[in-house]
């Protein structure tokens, strides 16, 4: 146990990023919640078990969790998530490891696309109802939707960009 948990936890021997393990292990969690060919969710939430073993003895959970929020960024705004269920279950299982501060941003990031749905879905509402009432296209006939986020949720466009390369 000892052994392994040292080898998890070595430094990074690049300067970019203190602990790789860290980076790599949100990044297959973003690899598995976008959803890969051949895998249902039932399989995906036994790796995500799997994956939380290792996260147990993870020491940099703080780098863990700046990628594993900027990967849950681009999943929820860009709608890249393959199961909002498996999205809530690992939020919940990290929760369950790490106490509720660990978690408070990531679900209010979520509290805030469940926000915009809503807001989204009566604004579509209204024009619908204003447009068939006139029998006119939406104004200038442009489709807009908008996300209303809080600054404090979500990783700051500099993080998003500078904390890895690749995503």
Not at 61 to 84: C, P, V
Request: charged share 25%; with cysteine; hydrophobic share 35%.
């Amino acid at each position: 146990k000892s052994g392994f948990e040292h080898l998890l936890n070595l430094p990074n021997p690049l300067p970019k990023t203190k602990n790789r393990s860290a980076e790599l292990l949100a990044r297959f969690m973003d690899r598995k919640l976008r959803g890969e060919r051949g895998l249902g969710e039932t399989e995906v939430e036994a790796l995500l078990d799997k994956v939380m073993v290792l996260f147990r003895y993870l020491q940099d959970k703080d780098i863990f969790e700046a990628f594993y929020k900027k990967y849950l960024a681009k999943r929820l705004l860009l709608g890249k998530s393959s199961s909002y269920d498996l999205e809530k279950s690992m939020l919940s299982k990290l929760k369950a490891e790490c106490g509720s501060n660990f978690t408070a941003k990531l679900e209010g990031m979520f509290q805030d696309v469940e926000l915009s749905r809503e807001v989204q879905t009566a604004y579509q509402q209204h024009l619908s109802s204003s447009s068939s009432a006139s029998n006119a296209a939406p104004p200038g006939g442009v489709e807009m939707s908008v996300q209303v986020l809080t600054t404090g949720y979500w990783p700051s466009p500099q993080t998003m960009h500078t904390t890895s390369s690749s995503g």
